[in-house]
């Protein structure tokens, strides 16, 4: 019942910690033609392209989600509109790679560091990556 009871704790904290942090930036403006500075907010694109996260200078820059027409997903850093930090980039029902995944490293918006690519198959390489590449150290087990 205790470790039952922490879990729910934990779990509670992170969505609190989640929602905190969404909202530690004001609301960007309802209007898309102004300008979108230093705020957080959602941005659906006329082919349904969507951003949901922070901005600054017009561009995506902090947190967020950008999620394809496809319903390819990428949750995680971005820099100056560019995927680039840490995050999750799923791969849609559209693409010759349907239901991989990465997770870790990117750089402008290139897998570029460490990661974890999960195949929709079940392999997996864990390891370095360079420019899209894998590059360096990592391994590589099959299903």
Known sequence: MINKMKKLLFI????FAGNAMASSLPNC??????RYHNCFGTFTSSS???YVG?????????QGTYTYSDGEKYVGEFKYNKF???GTYTYGKDSEWEGDKYVGEV???????QGTYTYARG????GEYR???KNGQGTYTWA
């Open 131 to 133: 420019d899209d590449k």
């Open 54 to 62: 922070e901005w600054r200078d017009d561009e995506r820059h902090g």
């Open 123 to 126: 392999d997996k390489y864990i």
């Open 29 to 34: 403006p309802s209007d898309p033609s102004e």
């Open 84 to 86: 680039d930090g840490q």
């Open 107 to 113: 750089k402008d918006s290139k897998k570029h560091g």
């Open 48 to 50: 349904g392209e969507k």
């Open 12 to 15: 509670a904290l992170i969505l």
